[in-house]
């Protein structure tokens, strides 16, 4: 069956720092792809998504290119904030409908 | 728009008795989801419908869960009876059927604690 996975945290950077959340995926036929972020006491809301490869999704300073290849769709962020700090949940759609979710990352950014 | 609205926003009850989580969905999304977050398991799909219809409930962890959606515009869950392993975060969700990047609108969740 279809899968995300993500690598483990927390992730912990000093603001400014740059950062990577590896995320890579399994998946039978040609996915869609999403990064969710999670604010403290909320719910998860779309960050970012691309639907083919080569695609490059980009919003708030984030960025994923969905590769096919390596099946993987890595975030990063050049320069974190601390208002960046959440939780990120890397995703996959194959039927337009159902989403499957990775187990999340936390990021913590420090002052 | 008000978003998706899920109520209560925190449950506090006592195991045995039933919990009923409501939602109200997107105006105008045909798609609507359950999701249970725990530390342990992390963000499970329970159930989701399509234009009220149920469509995939295998993620329903026992028959003491039931959802429903009786209209567009509503849904519950409930648990019957609650045991103090249910206690999660419930989001709900709704998304527009049909769109090639179907993008979820999550809920602020019901945060359930089971003594």
């Known amino acids: 069956g279809n899968s995300v996975t993500q690598m483990e945290g927390p992730v912990t950077l000093s603001e400014e720092a740059f950062l990577t959340i590896n995320c890579t995926y399994t998946a039978t036929g040609y996915p869609s792809l999403f990064w969710y972020v999670q604010y403290p006491g909320e719910g998860l809301q779309l960050l970012l998504k691309a639907t083919k490869a080569d695609d490059k999704g980009s919003n708030k300073g984030f960025e994923a290119t969905y590769r096919k290849e390596t099946t993987s769709f890595h975030l990063e962020k050049g320069s974190v904030q601390v208002s960046d700090s959440a939780v990120y949940f890397c995703?996959?759609?194959?039927?337009?409908?159902?989403?499957?979710f990775g187990a999340g990352t936390i990021l913590r950014v420090k002052s | 728009d008000a978003g998706v609205i899920q109520s209560p926003r925190h449950e506090v009850t006592e195991m045995g008795q039933e919990v009923t989580l409501r939602c109200k969905p997107i105006?105008?999304?045909?798609?609507l989801f359950w999701y249970r977050q725990t530390m342990m398991r992390g963000l499970e799909l329970l159930i989701y419908?399509?234009?009220?219809?149920?469509?995939?409930d295998s993620g329903m962890p026992e028959d003491r869960f039931s959802a429903k959606m009786p209209n567009a515009s509503f849904s519950t869950l409930k648990i019957q009876p609650s045991e103090p392993r249910d206690s999660a975060v419930y989001f709900c969700?709704?998304?527009?059927?049909?769109?090639?990047?179907?993008?979820?609108?999550f809920g602020p969740g019901t945060r359930l604690t089971v003594l």
């Open positions: 969700a709704s998304s527009l059927r049909g769109i090639a990047y179907n993008e979820q609108f």
């Open positions: 105006s105008g999304h045909n798609s």
């Open positions: 419908f399509n234009n009220n219809v149920p469509i995939d």
């Open positions: 995703a996959l759609s194959e039927n337009g409908n159902k989403l499957v």
